[in-house]
């Protein structure tokens, strides 16, 4: 009875993990967990107590379907300051980041239309392209250059099908953080062959070298970039379902054509923490990022002192993903480590086919659980 396109589309591979995980744990197994992308910190306090003193204030009905006008402001402000992103609160739709991505591939994107993405890159985004009957076309990125996306191999993908490109700086799941010179060489290449890109920033404030650089910041892409973030990773968030989707006035107003059928908007008091985590004190975030440059570090430290494994140095994001030299499937190498090392992993074909040979950690978790997590990582594989 479940539709034909909901039969062809794969469960969430980091979602699945983090399920069996979580029945594994409820059995009495103590498994470290490096599965999933959510930081193990608590929303700060300042954050917290907007959100109770709006519900305390009754702040508990339905909102403009594009989101309370002071949190559009806060966003279209820090967006125009910090990434210098050419935008107004009109420009600005408020919704949960993951809701955002597939608003944008049902509105822009047709049977049959072609879409460009690296590879590897997130799990979801070939779902979305799918649910939509579009076509993903994967443009492959080597470990050598630290999975930076060779704009040449984007121009030769494209056909007269080809719809939009995809981008996620830095990304999930190798950390990369795309060079403002490549990103302006791929501004160039959708502007000649009149492409929309979509441009996931979700990570943006969490760069350990080099410099976030917006794709609708650069000259000519405002029109044409649909830009998502939120405030899941860089807030500790994630449970809260807020971020934003940023577009011309014509774009912005088609995706919320959909969010009014869908959500009708998102949830009103997070909104109302929301303004306070983007114009509140910024510290609890600072800090938050440097804890995940040393954890980032001791993570490449035990990688090293793993025969079977290399790792580059992802500037970015919040997840390492090393190549490894055992002669298996990424899966069920996956599926080792889970089931006799008890450490779960997220396999490197999750991410598309390039990630075979490779499987994603995220460091978003304490030191003592990366120590011990990589231990059992390194005794697995030497048994094997």
């Given at each position: 009875m479940v539709s034909k396109r909901l039969q062809e589309i794969p469960a969430s591979g980091t979602i699945a993990i983090s399920n069996l995980v979580s029945q594994m744990r409820a059995d009495?197994?103590?498994?470290?967990?490096?599965?999933?992308?959510?930081?193990?910190?608590?929303?700060?306090?300042?954050?917290?107590?907007?959100?109770?003193?709006?519900?305390?204030?009754?702040?508990?009905?339905?909102?403009?379907?594009?989101?309370?006008?002071?949190?559009r402001q806060a966003v279209a402000d820090m967006e125009r300051t910090v990434d210098n992103v050419p935008c107004q609160a009109s420009n600005v739709l408020v919704t949960p980041t993951k809701q955002a991505i597939f608003m944008i591939a049902l509105a822009f994107i047709d049977?049959?239309?072609?879409?460009?993405?690296?590879?590897?890159?997130?799990?979801?985004?070939?779902?979305?392209?799918?649910?939509?009957?579009?076509?993903?076309?994967?443009?492959?990125?080597?470990?050598?250059?630290?999975?930076?996306?060779?704009?040449?191999?984007?121009?030769?993908?494209?056909?007269?099908?080809?719809?939009?490109?995809?981008?996620?700086?830095?990304?999930?799941?190798?950390?990369?953080?795309?060079?403002?010179?490549v990103l302006r060489q791929i501004a160039d290449i959708a502007i000649a062959h009149d492409i929309l890109v979509m441009s996931d920033e979700i990570y943006e404030s969490i760069i350990y070298e080099g410099k976030h650089v917006s794709m609708a910041s650069l000259p000519g892409m405002f029109d044409r970039t649909l830009l998502v973030s939120g405030l899941s990773k860089t807030y500790a968030m994630t449970g809260w379902r807020l971020g934003w989707a940023i577009a011309s006035e014509e774009n912005?107003?088609?995706?919320?054509?959909?969010?009014?059928?869908?959500?009708s908007c998102a949830v009103s008091f997070a909104q109302k923490a929301a303004v306070e985590a983007i114009r509140g004190p910024q510290?609890?975030?600072?800090?938050?990022?440097?804890?995940?440059?040393?954890?980032?570090?001791?993570?490449?430290?035990?990688?090293?002192?793993?025969?079977?494994?290399?790792?580059?140095v992802p500037k970015g994001a919040f997840y390492v993903f090393p190549r490894y030299s055992v002669d298996m499937p990424s899966a069920k190498l996956a599926e080792i480590l889970l089931k006799e090392g008890h450490v779960a992993v997220t396999p490197g074909t999750a991410f598309g086919p390039g990630g075979e040979g490779f499987f994603r950690v995220s460091y978003a978790t304490s030191e003592d659980q990366i120590r011990e997590g990589f231990d059992r990582i390194r005794k697995t594989l030497s048994g094997l």
């Open positions: 009495g197994v103590d498994v470290v967990s490096f599965s999933m992308g959510e930081p193990d910190f608590t929303t700060p306090a300042n954050i917290i107590d907007s959100c109770c003193e709006a519900l305390q204030d009754g702040f508990t009905h339905y909102t403009p379907s594009m989101g309370i006008p002071e949190l049977p049959g239309d072609e879409v460009i993405l690296p590879d590897p890159s997130w799990v979801s985004y070939e779902a979305c392209i799918r649910l939509c009957g579009g076509v993903p076309v994967y443009v492959p990125t080597r470990f050598e250059d630290e999975f930076v996306v060779d704009p040449a191999l984007i121009e030769a993908a494209i056909t007269p099908r080809t719809r939009m490109i995809i981008l996620n700086t830095p990304s999930n799941p190798t950390g990369c953080v795309i060079p403002g010179d912005i107003k088609a995706i919320n054509k959909l969010q009014s059928h869908s959500i510290g609890a975030k600072d800090d938050m990022v440097r804890e995940f440059r040393k954890r980032r570090d001791l993570a490449l430290d035990l990688i090293a002192e793993i025969p079977q494994l290399e790792c580059n």
